[in-house]
């Protein structure tokens, strides 16, 4: 789980990154404190069911002939990510966290990546009381499944 700024280069989408740190100053050689597309794909090997990119435009990529759509969701499934979650434009942090905890709470009970963020999505959606703006499709709308939906520890 990724709860971090997210970086997309349409113009060089393996640059896009997840920003870890951000370094006082950048030297030549030196980390950047950026986990970008390109170094998940040299450098990064995992076996997970699932990946969660909660983190601003991070299931977006460029469109690249004969290759699909490049970007953080690809290198990560690459990588050997069964499934990543991303979302598709900015997101709330406050929200955010709201369908997050639901979304976890779905994965503790065994559902597969995509139920749980549906149950997680329809909770935001349902919410009554003062602060009914999470149900707009806006704040939860925007996080979408990509790859193959297991059950944690299910394989396929």
Known sequence: HFSTHGFLDPKSPLDSA?????????????ENGLLQAWEI??????????????????GLGTELSGEGLVGLTRAFN???ARSVIASLWEVSDQITVELM???YRGLRD???A??????????LI?????????SAPYYWATFQVFGASVRPGESQ
């Open 18 to 30: 997840l920003v870890l740190s951000m370094p006082e100053r950048l030297e030549g050689g030196r």
């Open 78 to 80: 690459v990588a050997g």
């Open 110 to 112: 065994g559902l597969p």
């Open 126 to 134: 349902s919410r009554r009381g003062s602060d009914t703006r999470s």
């Open 41 to 58: 794909l040299e450098r990064v090997r995992l076996e997970a069911d699932l990946v969660v990119l909660s983190a601003c435009s991070s």
């Open 114 to 123: 995509a139920e749980a963020l549906r149950r997680a999505q329809l909770s």
């Open 101 to 103: 905890t639901e979304l």
